[in-house]
């Protein structure tokens, strides 16, 4: 069975720092494109960033980019989102997304909520 875990949201305020992590297994992660998407209320899901398997490919939202750091450890099936200089309309809920290179099909985690907020 595919899992993919969120964790590492909360309650920050303006200019703060989160790192946001998932956990995935039941797929073999080494040959799984990794991305980062977020959604807040009353707006479409948005890709934040993208970590194929070339962890060095890595692609953001220019909304995010040069606040934001995606990255994967093979070693422990995990993907990871360092987030600084978080603003306001960061707050959403962020979610990992897992495709394997073979496979036409993904995987969504649960979700993870981040609240940027003085």
């Known amino acids: 069975q595919v899992s993919l875990v969120e964790s590492g949201g909360g309650l920050v305020q303006p200019g703060g720092s989160l790192r946001l992590s998932c956990a995935v297994s039941g797929i073999t992660f080494s040959t799984t494109s990794m991305s980062w998407h977020r959604q807040a209320p009353g707006k479409e899901r948005e890709l934040v960033a993208t970590i194929p398997t070339a962890a060095d490919s890595t692609t953001y939202a220019d909304s995010v980019k040069g606040r934001f750091s995606a990255s994967r450890d093979n070693a422990k099936n995990s993907v990871y989102l360092q987030m600084s200089s978080l603003k306001p309309e960061d707050t959403a809920t962020y979610y990992c997304?897992?495709?394997?290179?073979?496979?036409?099909?993904?995987?969504w985690g649960q979700g993870t909520q981040v609240t940027v907020s003085s």
């Open positions: 997304f897992g495709r394997p290179l073979w496979s036409s099909k993904g995987y």
